[in-house]
């Protein structure tokens, strides 16, 4: 079974501060895929970012980043100098990338990010 | 805006009765998922379709059905509805159905048992 672990539930900074969500993973497959997404206040589902289980490579994406450690299952993601529009729900997510269950998104709890002005 | 489509965006229904939640794929993509996002639940996969077949199944109830037409379009059809169904049910889309695609995600449907 797989399982994904996002332990903060919420988390408020004020604008520029630097933030980070952490996600935990937990899965038996050997190739998988994790993802973020980023759900604001009007409710949809935006995708941030995919990373597969070979690629352990850090990214960057404009005030984005993401570290994922294999051997630490984790894949976390910082925002640097947060905005107010940054505010959101982040979703944490893993899929095998094989089998039966290939597709089958499981999600964390979600963080809730509070950017104050 | 992601290129699927859902409707409704709201519906407001009552104890016992049933809907049907409608989507439609961004234009190519083969496959489809539904998903529900409860305040109880979080936000959990109940099944996948991909060129009109049933491809995987996630914690969807017996009461919970849905189907994938020839045109690509999905329903997911709710009966014998309970307060514990409110939730917002998410369609997303992909390209095929392999999990190194990204899968697209409507704007969803809130639904309200009362």
């Known amino acids: 079974a797989q399982k994904v672990t996002q332990a903060q539930t919420e988390i408020s900074v004020v604008e520029k501060e630097d933030v980070t969500l952490d996600c935990v993973y937990e899965?038996?497959?050997?190739?998988?895929?994790l993802f973020w997404y980023k759900q604001p206040p009007s409710g949809e589902l935006v995708f941030l970012i995919r990373r597969n289980s070979f690629d352990e490579q850090n990214e960057i994406s404009g005030r984005y980043s993401w570290n994922f450690q294999k051997s630490t299952s984790s894949f976390n993601f910082t925002i640097t100098a947060s905005q107010v529009v940054d505010s959101a729900v982040y979703f944490c997510?893993?899929?095998?990338?094989?089998?039966?269950?290939?597709?089958?998104?499981?999600f964390g709890q979600g963080t809730i990010l509070t950017v104050h002005p | 805006d992601s290129g699927v489509t859902q409707t409704p965006k709201h519906l407001i229904t009552a104890t016992g009765q049933r809907v049907t939640l409608r989507c439609s794929p961004r234009s190519g993509d083969l496959s489809v998922y539904w998903y529900q996002q409860s305040l109880d639940q979080g936000l959990q996969f109940l099944i996948q379709y991909y060129n009109g077949e049933e491809r995987a199944k996630g914690n969807i109830l017996e009461r919970f059905s849905a189907q994938q037409f020839p045109d690509l379009h999905s329903e997911l059809n709710l009966s014998s509805l309970e307060l514990g169904d409110s939730a917002l049910y998410f369609c997303?889309?992909?390209?095929?159905?392999?999990?190194?695609?990204?899968?697209?995600f409507g704007p969803g449907t809130r639904l309200t048992v009362l």
């Open positions: 899965t038996r497959d050997t190739t998988y895929y």
């Open positions: 997510a893993l899929t095998p990338a094989g089998g039966t269950s290939y597709g089958k998104l499981t």
């Open positions: 997303a889309s992909s390209v095929v159905g392999l999990a190194a695609n990204e899968q697209f």
